[in-house]
């Protein structure tokens, strides 16, 4: 719920959802004149999900992707969510531009290593914190596919070619009998 309320937050500030093939990933991205702004978010609960080299790989692929796309200033973010900060202490130390929001103890850890300036979103992440420790808010379902038309989701992407798929699958044994 945490996660999905971070989203809509940077939704709400401009963001636009941008969809990739890891179900534990969500990118974003913000253009302002000339600077991209790209918010990587890692769906870590355990915190051994990925390791400081994978996670430094997985970054130089992104800024790639947007070199190639003709954007030369480029600001990355990574904020890796998770219910164990002891075990992502040393990623988030090795990589200067991860964050941690930790979503047992509701806080937001910035190391000292980390720049804490990201246009808004620190503070919009600790509104979000703040309210849920405050209100104690129990798990909801929020559908954001549908209220946030900028937001895509990998597993939507699949289960509509996987619907395709099995029409197609089924069509084509019916008639091979």
Known sequence: MILKKIYISLINIGFNSIG?????????????????????IYDCPSGLEYTSQQLANIDKQIINYYYSKGYSNIKLLGIISTSNSANIKELATTNDNFWVVDTHSFQLIIYENQDDKFLSVKEQIEDILKEVKSNNIEEEEIELSQSYPNYVSAKSTKSIISQYMTKWNTTIIIANI
Request: charged share 20%; hydrophobic share 45%.
């Open 20 to 40: 990739i093939n890891r179900d534990n990933i969500n990118l974003f991205q913000y253009v302002q004149g000339e600077k991209i702004y790209i918010v990587a």
